[in-house]
């Protein structure tokens, strides 16, 4: 269409002009979904919409080149190539959830926090205040999710999977999302692996209302790229909020490494929002300092004193929060 205004011609639909135009138009919305500010609004307004519009692409771009040979054996190439990995993906899905003689992978929610119960409180609600406690309750609570896996594997830091809960609905429940492994545990009865989620909207909402509920569960994966951070000399992990949930797992393969003399020391910063008195630990490897964390000053500290090869992470940071802040230290 643009190409016809500026040789002065008149757009006309056709087949295969118009086929043209619903291709581009599909793609171009896929990549205004894509955006990552519009993406983390709600992860189902983001995958559902994505995957028809790829449909839609698809089947305008097969009707633009029938015509053409050589175009047309591409795209036949790359429909196989997807069709094969689908049935592989799958494949290795009914592997992962399906074992004769045994039950379904099972789901178990639980709140990590002295709030009421998730059904006495106004999920519409951006805060309320519980008269009780005279304290405010933040309807986005933490939730822990333990998953039993009918299937274990060998668990490593940074791994995520996609978990589908069909009990939450057929638009939300059906659909995996996708979470990061948090801890895990395996002995003589299996692999238990531990998820952190905050509650949002859409599925982490309904997920808030079925807490200590044993729920059916189908887990995709795992995924993700091992990062190795017992290679480096000094580490350091800057998160706030939720996203301490993706440092834990490299922690707790830091202190492995630690045990076992490989790694000499370790320092953590955390920090966290509460009241001067809050009881925390009472041993002399654990300093509180109340105030915002002084990001750069730790930073410079860390690479003055630094021991081989240094690497900072950092997790987004996460709206603040109000009261007064502070952050623990522990050698």
């Known amino acids: 269409m643009i190409v016809s205004l500026k040789e002065g011609g008149r757009f006309t639909w056709t087949s295969s002009s118009g086929s043209r135009v619903v291709a581009s138009s599909a793609l171009g919305f896929i990549f205004i979904l894509s955006i990552r500010l519009i993406r983390s609004l709600q992860y189902e307004t983001f995958l559902n919409p994505h995957l028809i519009l790829a449909l839609v692409a698809l089947i305008a771009i097969w009707c633009h080149i029938p015509e053409k040979k050589a175009a047309t054996l591409f795209l036949r190439f790359g429909i196989c190539l997807w069709v094969?990995?689908?049935?592989?993906?799958?494949?290795?899905?009914?592997?992962?959830?399906f074992v004769f003689g045994r039950a379904f992978a099972t789901a178990v929610v639980k709140p990590l926090s002295n709030q009421r119960k998730p059904s006495e409180l106004d999920l519409e609600q951006a805060m309320q205040v519980d008269v009780s406690n005279k304290r405010e309750i933040d309807p986005e609570e933490i939730m822990q999710v333990d998953i039993t896996i009918l299937r274990p594997w060998r668990v490593r830091a940074g791994q995520h999977i996609f978990i589908s809960i069909p009990k939450l609905g057929i638009l939300r429940g059906l659909r995996g999302h996708p979470f990061v492994i948090t801890w895990w545990d395996r002995d003589i009865t299996g692999l238990t692996v531990t998820l952190l989620i905050k509650s949002r909207t859409g599925f982490t909402r309904e997920l808030r209302r079925h807490v200590e509920k044993p729920l059916?569960?189908?887990?995709?994966g795992p995924f993700g790229i091992r990062h190795n951070f017992g290679d480096y000399g000094t580490?350091?992990?800057?998160?706030?909020?939720i996203g301490i949930a993706g440092y834990i797992p490299y922690l707790k393969e830091l202190i492995s490494g630690y045990n076992s003399y490989e790694i000499l020391e370790i320092s953590l910063h955390a920090q966290e929002y509460g009241k001067k008195d809050e009881a925390y630990s009472s041993h002399n490897k654990l300093n509180k300092s109340f105030g915002p964390l002084d990001v750069e000053g730790l930073l410079q500290?860390?690479?003055s004193a630094r021991r081989g090869r240094i690497i900072v992470s950092r997790k987004p940071p996460a709206p603040p929060a109000t009261g007064p802040t502070f952050y623990i230290c522990a050698n």
């Open 235 to 241: 580490v350091v992990m800057v998160a706030t909020g």
């Open 84 to 97: 094969a990995m689908s049935m592989v993906h799958w494949c290795l899905f009914v592997f992962r959830n």
């Open 216 to 220: 059916r569960v189908f887990v995709d």
């Open 301 to 303: 500290k860390e690479l």
